[in-house]
T-cell receptor, first 113, second 112 residues
Framework: KQEVTQIPAALSVPEGENLVLNCSFT??????LQWFRQDPGKGLTSLLL?????REQTSGRLNASLDKSSGRSTLYIAASQPGDSATYLC????????????FGGGTRVLVKP | NAGVTQTPKFQVLKTGQSMTLQCAQD?????MYWYRQDPGMGLRLIYY???????DKGEVPNGYNVSRLNKREFSLRLESAAPSQTSVYFC???????????FGQGTRLTVV
């Protein structure tokens, strides 16, 4: 059974500092891993999808890495801004056909001006 | 650019009432999902449909039924609502293994 863990549950940083968000998963036989952002009272917005054949995926100030052998993914957000304040969730496929998404509990980020 | 559309956005039910949450996607995705999100519990999968005509139970299926009406639409039904079903419900879709999952804006359901 896939289990996904995100530590820490909450993080507070001053504006301009780089953010490092961690995600670990137990079943390394994954096709991909996805990072999402959720603002309070809103739905989930997809940030990055990393396929199992990739080690990194970049979008603007966001960079996500994937290490299947160690069961870890890391989301880096460069030069954080107050607008980056949100909850960040990672999700890994689970089930025999990999057709279910199991989510971590999320990391709530506050970027202080 | 609709993506995944859920209706309604908010609903209050009395214990024992029934209702159906509707979800539609316009991205030609094969797979669709229903999740609930509760404080401290994260996102939990209720039911999913890997393709048109198939549905499977997730982690927390009790008290719910689903229908994959066609490739676009996937509905979630509460036959007899209970206070424990007070939650925010999200619908999502993707093409398994290949594409990102996209989520609707959620339905905030309160059962009193």
């Amino acid at each position: 059974k896939q289990e996904v863990t995100q530590i820490p549950a909450a993080l507070s940083v001053p504006e301009g500092e780089n953010l490092v968000l961690n995600c670990s998963f137990t079943d390394s036989a994954i096709y991909n891993l996805q990072w999402f952002r959720q603002d309070p009272g809103k739905g989930l917005t997809s940030l990055l999808l990393i396929q199992s054949s990739q080690r990194e995926q970049t979008s603007g100030r966001l960079n996500a890495s994937l290490d299947k052998s160690s069961g870890r993914s890391t989301l880096y957000i460069a030069a954080s801004q107050p607008g980056d304040s949100a909850t960040y969730l990672c999700a890994a496929p689970s089930g025999a056909a990999g057709n279910k998404l199991t989510f971590g509990g999320g990391t709530r980020v506050l970027v202080k001006p | 650019n609709a993506g995944v559309t859920q209706t309604p956005k908010f609903q209050v039910l009395k214990t024992g009432q029934s209702m159906t949450l509707q979800c539609a996607q316009d991205m030609n995705h094969n797979s669709m999902y229903w999740y609930r999100q509760d404080p401290g519990m994260g996102l939990r999968l209720i039911y999913y449909s890997a393709s048109e005509g198939t549905t499977d139970k997730g982690e927390v299926p009790n008290g719910y039924n689903v229908s994959r009406l066609n490739k676009r639409e996937f509905s979630l039904r509460l036959e007899s609502a209970a206070p424990s079903q007070t939650s925010v419900y999200f619908c999502a879709s993707n093409n398994v293994r290949n594409t990102e999952a996209f989520f609707g804006q959620g339905t905030r359901l309160t059962v009193v």
